[in-house]
């Protein structure tokens, strides 16, 4: 049995063919104006001179060397400044030194003056009297004053009759036979040892037994 086939719509040969790719020409004409008015617009955006002269800013070479002379002068002039203040600084320290070591040997010998006049005063009573024990007694309280004001000063006398033989404090001249019970001892000095605080001043000539 034959189907029936209706009949296709007449074609209307007036109506304008679309193309397949008629959107995309449209499309492509658009885009196509669109590059030439950005090509143009590109165009006079290059023929527009830059600021200035059109070249690009150079930095200018006299003025970073005039700033880096400036900053060298400026260094120069700290550093000469420096060294005279270092140098004042040295002389006024060896200045105050020299000061502070005559100040204490000014304060010493004030110390001693009294004793000075004592001795005066002894001198001239043993020459009128003849009491040796008055005498005596002076010379003790004068050798008494002067060890007080070398105590005062800070000087002390090193002591070593009975103790062991200290090479840091004592300098043994002799030895002595002893016996067992004196032996590394110190038995006898033969001239006194004194030190400043903590500091020798002259060591002990002591005898020690053996």
Request: glycine share 8%.
């Amino acid at each position: 049995m034959k189907r029936k086939v209706s009949n296709p719509e007449p074609v209307d040969d007036a109506k304008e063919p679309v193309s397949e790719n008629g959107g995309a020409a449209a499309e492509g004409t658009s885009s196509d104006n669109v590059s030439v008015d950005d090509a143009s617009q590109t165009d006079t955006l290059a023929d527009e001179p830059a600021d200035g002269d059109g070249c690009p800013e150079q930095p200018d070479a006299n003025g970073s060397r005039d700033g880096l002379e400036h900053e060298v002068a400026e260094w120069k002039d700290k550093y000469l400044r420096l060294q005279a203040e270092f140098d004042n600084y040295r002389k006024r320290t060896l200045r105050e030194k020299m000061e502070l070591v005559e100040r204490g040997g000014a304060d010493v010998i004030k110390a001693m003056l009294p004793i000075a006049d004592d001795m005066d005063r002894a001198l001239d009573a043993m020459a009128k009297s003849d009491d040796i024990e008055a005498l005596r007694a002076g010379i003790a309280l004068i050798a008494q004053k002067f060890h007080d004001a070398l105590k005062a000063c800070g000087v002390s006398e090193i002591d070593a009759i009975g103790l062991e033989l200290d090479t840091d404090h004592h300098e043994a001249v002799a030895r002595f036979q002893a016996g067992e019970e004196q032996r590394g001892k110190i038995v006898d000095v033969v001239q006194k040892g004194y030190k400043l605080r903590d500091r020798v001043l002259r060591f002990a000539k002591v005898v020690v037994g053996e």
